[in-house]
């Protein structure tokens, strides 16, 4: 089976750190690019980051760029997502998503874990 | 960028076919046509209903179309079910300065009356 699974989401203080988890199995983690999509509170979705297969390209949304960095071991077919000086704008829950092979569009979504930035 | 404008509430009985519009601009909608539509229920991973602005993936009912006119984009559904019943975004691909990002839109509530 297709999955994604996210971890390391939790509570903490404005400017503080947190790093997410994504496990993929099911698929060829290494074929395809990847993403971390969020949605805040009574919020829409917003796509936050992704990277390229071999992890030599990596795109930011504005507001998070300088804060979170994305990253992916595909030996361990994981990606990541360090978020550093974590405002209380960054609440949300955070997904995983698979980009479809042009990454045009994002066809298979993790069940996303809660970030609270509150002091 | 801005999020994509959606209406944020579209109902409609049973059996009946409702669209739901989305609105951009020639720099994301208008110039490409790698627009998508999610259908995300609470508590559920989001679920990709159409992309490329008509394809529909594997296994994602013929009741969902897709279409685009210049900067909007559409999401039909026919013979409306009560499953149905969920929050629906569009997303589009975009660049700025020549950086590729992906916009989504606020979002439309379908309500099956």
């Known amino acids: 089976e297709v999955q994604l699974v996210e971890s390391g989401g939790g509570l903490v203080q404005p400017g503080g750190s947190l790093r997410l988890s994504c496990a993929a199995s099911?698929?060829?983690?290494?074929?395809?690019?990847m993403n971390w999509v969020r949605q805040a509170p009574g919020e829409g979705l917003e796509w936050v980051a992704n990277?390229?297969?071999?992890?030599?390209?990596?795109y930011y949304l504005d507001s998070v760029k300088g804060r979170f960095t994305i990253s992916r071991d595909t030996a361990k077919n994981s990606l990541y997502l360090q978020m550093n000086s974590l405002r209380a704008e960054d609440t949300a829950v955070y997904y995983c998503a698979r980009c479809t092979r042009w990454c045009d569009a994002f066809d298979i979504w993790g069940q996303g874990t809660m970030v609270t930035v509150s002091s | 960028q801005s999020a994509l404008t959606q209406p944020a509430s579209v109902s409609g009985s049973p059996g009946q076919s409702i669209t739901l519009s989305c609105t951009g601009t020639s720099s994301d909608i208008g110039g490409y046509n790698y627009v998508s539509w999610y259908q995300h229920s609470p508590g559920k991973a989001p679920k990709l209903m159409i992309y490329e602005v008509s394809n529909r993936p594997s296994g994602v009912s013929n009741r969902f179309s897709g279409s685009k006119s210049a900067n909007t984009a559409s999401l039909t559904i026919s013979g409306l079910q009560a499953e149905d019943e969920a929050d629906y975004y569009c997303?589009?691909?975009?660049?700025?300065?020549?950086?590729?990002?992906?916009?989504f839109g606020t979002g439309t509530k379908v309500t099956v009356l």
């Open positions: 990277i390229k297969q071999d992890g030599s390209q990596k």
């Open positions: 099911g698929f060829t983690f290494s074929s395809y690019w």
């Open positions: 997303c589009s691909y975009t660049t700025t300065i020549n950086t590729p990002a992906y916009v």
